[in-house]
Protein backbone atom coordinates (compact mmCIF):
# COMPACT_ATOMS: atom_id res chain seq x y z
CA UNK A 1 0.00 0.00 0.00
CA UNK A 2 3.03 2.43 0.68
CA UNK A 3 4.17 2.28 -2.89
CA UNK A 4 0.51 3.09 -4.26
CA UNK A 5 0.44 6.54 -1.68
CA UNK A 6 4.08 6.98 -2.88
CA UNK A 7 3.32 6.70 -6.41
CA UNK A 8 0.48 8.73 -6.00
CA UNK A 9 2.36 11.14 -3.98
CA UNK A 10 4.90 11.56 -6.81
CA UNK A 11 2.73 12.15 -9.65
CA UNK A 12 1.28 14.75 -8.08
CA UNK A 13 4.20 16.33 -7.02
CA UNK A 14 5.66 15.76 -10.43
CA UNK A 15 2.21 17.67 -12.26
CA UNK A 16 2.20 20.49 -9.59
CA UNK A 17 6.45 20.63 -10.25
CA UNK A 18 5.67 21.16 -13.56
CA UNK A 19 2.80 23.61 -13.49
CA UNK A 20 4.70 25.72 -10.85
CA UNK A 21 8.27 25.92 -13.32
CA UNK A 22 6.27 27.80 -16.03
CA UNK A 23 5.05 30.46 -12.74
CA UNK A 24 7.67 30.54 -10.35
CA UNK A 25 10.56 28.19 -10.64
CA UNK A 26 12.24 28.39 -7.34
CA UNK A 27 8.82 26.65 -5.72
CA UNK A 28 9.20 23.85 -8.57
CA UNK A 29 12.72 22.89 -7.06
CA UNK A 30 11.02 22.97 -3.48
CA UNK A 31 8.32 20.59 -4.31
CA UNK A 32 10.64 18.22 -6.19
CA UNK A 33 13.09 18.03 -3.18
CA UNK A 34 9.84 18.02 -0.63
CA UNK A 35 8.57 15.01 -2.52
CA UNK A 36 11.29 13.25 -3.05
CA UNK A 37 11.94 13.11 0.88
CA UNK A 38 8.41 12.47 1.51
CA UNK A 39 8.84 9.07 -0.68
CA UNK A 40 12.35 8.48 0.57
CA UNK A 41 10.82 7.95 4.18
CA UNK A 42 8.63 5.36 2.61
CA UNK A 43 11.96 3.79 1.28
CA UNK A 44 13.08 3.98 5.06
CA UNK A 45 9.93 1.88 6.24
CA UNK A 46 10.35 -0.93 3.60
CA UNK A 47 14.40 -0.54 4.10
CA UNK A 48 13.84 -1.89 8.08
CA UNK A 49 11.03 -4.44 6.75
CA UNK A 50 14.43 -5.81 4.64
CA UNK A 51 16.80 -5.26 7.27
CA UNK A 52 14.67 -7.61 9.83
CA UNK A 53 14.20 -10.45 6.98
CA UNK A 54 17.89 -10.02 5.52
CA UNK A 55 19.24 -10.13 9.70
CA UNK A 56 17.09 -13.87 9.99
CA UNK A 57 18.50 -15.07 6.71
CA UNK A 58 21.54 -14.46 8.51
CA UNK A 59 20.74 -16.59 11.01
CA UNK A 60 20.13 -19.31 8.70
CA UNK A 61 23.58 -18.85 6.73
CA UNK A 62 25.68 -18.78 10.04
CA UNK A 63 26.94 -15.15 8.02
CA UNK A 64 28.58 -13.10 10.41
CA UNK A 65 26.89 -10.19 11.43
CA UNK A 66 29.38 -7.86 10.23
CA UNK A 67 28.83 -9.08 6.78
CA UNK A 68 25.22 -8.57 6.94
CA UNK A 69 25.84 -5.08 8.64
CA UNK A 70 28.23 -4.27 5.49
CA UNK A 71 25.58 -5.37 2.76
CA UNK A 72 22.88 -2.89 4.63
CA UNK A 73 25.23 0.14 4.44
CA UNK A 74 26.52 -0.70 1.21
CA UNK A 75 22.73 -0.48 0.10
CA UNK A 76 22.09 2.67 1.93
CA UNK A 77 24.92 4.74 0.68
CA UNK A 78 23.72 3.62 -2.86
CA UNK A 79 20.42 4.98 -2.44
CA UNK A 80 20.82 8.05 -0.66
CA UNK A 81 23.81 9.08 -3.32
CA UNK A 82 21.28 7.89 -5.66
CA UNK A 83 18.48 10.16 -4.59
CA UNK A 84 20.76 13.23 -3.95
CA UNK A 85 22.40 12.84 -7.43
CA UNK A 86 18.34 12.64 -8.82
CA UNK A 87 17.79 16.01 -6.76
CA UNK A 88 20.70 17.69 -8.44
CA UNK A 89 20.02 16.38 -11.84
CA UNK A 90 16.53 17.96 -11.71
CA UNK A 91 17.66 21.22 -10.31
CA UNK A 92 20.01 21.49 -13.32
CA UNK A 93 23.73 20.73 -11.60
CA UNK A 94 24.85 17.66 -13.45
CA UNK A 95 28.30 17.96 -12.52
CA UNK A 96 27.48 17.56 -8.58
CA UNK A 97 25.07 14.84 -9.42
CA UNK A 98 27.97 13.08 -11.24
CA UNK A 99 30.47 13.61 -7.79
CA UNK A 100 27.73 12.20 -5.68
CA UNK A 101 27.64 9.34 -8.09
CA UNK A 102 31.48 8.99 -7.41
CA UNK A 103 31.89 9.30 -3.95
CA UNK A 104 29.01 6.91 -3.62
CA UNK A 105 30.66 4.24 -5.78
CA UNK A 106 34.50 4.97 -4.29
CA UNK A 107 32.74 4.47 -0.42
CA UNK A 108 30.86 1.22 -1.77
CA UNK A 109 34.46 0.07 -2.56
CA UNK A 110 36.06 0.96 0.59
CA UNK A 111 33.23 -0.46 2.65
CA UNK A 112 33.63 -3.67 0.43
CA UNK A 113 36.86 -4.43 0.71
CA UNK A 114 36.76 -6.18 4.54
CA UNK A 115 34.61 -8.85 2.42
CA UNK A 116 37.01 -9.07 -0.12
CA UNK A 117 40.06 -9.55 2.28
CA UNK A 118 38.25 -12.27 3.78
CA UNK A 119 37.45 -13.79 0.93
CA UNK A 120 41.07 -13.66 -0.87
CA UNK A 121 42.10 -15.40 2.77
CA UNK A 122 39.68 -18.02 1.92
CA UNK A 123 40.82 -18.79 -1.20
CA UNK A 124 44.16 -18.66 0.17
CA UNK A 125 43.79 -20.87 2.77
CA UNK A 126 41.80 -23.49 0.82
CA UNK A 127 44.46 -23.69 -2.27
CA UNK A 128 47.26 -23.52 0.71
CA UNK A 129 45.79 -26.62 1.85
Do not use: H, N, W
Not at 44 to 50: F, G, S, T, V, Y
Amino acid sequence: MEVIKAAVMGIAAAMLALYMKSVRPEYSSMISIGAGIFIFGFALICLQKITGSIETLGDYLSVSPVYIRILLRITGIAYICDFASCICKDAGYQAIASQIEILGKLTIVVMSLPVLQTLMSAITEFMGA
